[in-house]
């Protein structure tokens, strides 16, 4: 895969500077309105980033991860607004299976995780594309990733598939400070 934990964790804040060697697997999302962009890919980053920071330190031995490491909106639990919605579009898509702050944690078992993050870009209007290093696999294990698209906000959740790296380099990166990204 695509580096190691730290080139991982310096994708998630500022865009990649060189372009990935082989295909990407590619997540089509919706969100509501265009508005939502923006807020949407700094959520999904944020997630992210909270796991692959668990991995980096996490007991995978023990009962319980520390939550504390997740965003403050995505502990909310079942009660909160963000989580029913998440749940009701995620058991549309997926069916009934509900996910826990806990199993978001875990999924990030360094053993276990079959991808790893590259990017979310805008491709117009309220759609985005989310794009990870599944080693050229059109088929592996992400439920976790869809579960995050959907608790950050995600409407509708299409793919994965493989994309060419070169339609990566034309579009631009959401979710980050303008004056860290480069024109890829």
């Keep these: ?85 998440a749940r009701l579009r995620y058991s549309l898509h997926r069916g009934e299976e509900e996910w826990t702050a806990q199993d978001i944690l875990f999924s990030f078992e360094p ?18 594309q989310v794009w990870v290093d599944s080693l050229g696999e059109p088929v592996f294990a992400c439920d976790e990733l869809r579960w995050i698209l959907y608790l950050s906000g995600a409407h509708a959740v299409v793919g994965p598939s493989l994309l060419s790296p070169d339609l990566w380099g034309h579009e631009r990166s959401a979710g980050i400070d303008v004056g860290s990204a480069s024109s890829g």
């Design 1 to 85: 895969m695509t580096g190691t934990v730290e080139e991982e964790l310096g994708r998630l804040w500022v865009r990649p500077m060189v372009p990935p060697v082989g295909p990407l697997a590619v997540f089509h999302v919706e969100v509501g309105r265009w508005e939502e962009v923006e807020c949407f890919a700094r959520r999904v980053r944020g997630l992210v980033a909270a796991g692959v920071e668990i991995s980096r330190h996490g007991d995978f031995e023990l009962d319980q991860l520390p939550e504390d490491v997740l965003p403050a909106w995505a502990r909310g639990g079942d009660f909160s607004e963000v989580h029913r919605d």
């Design 111 to 128: 053993k276990q995780r079959r991808w790893k993050w590259w990017d979310v870009t805008l491709l117009g209007g309220n759609l985005l």
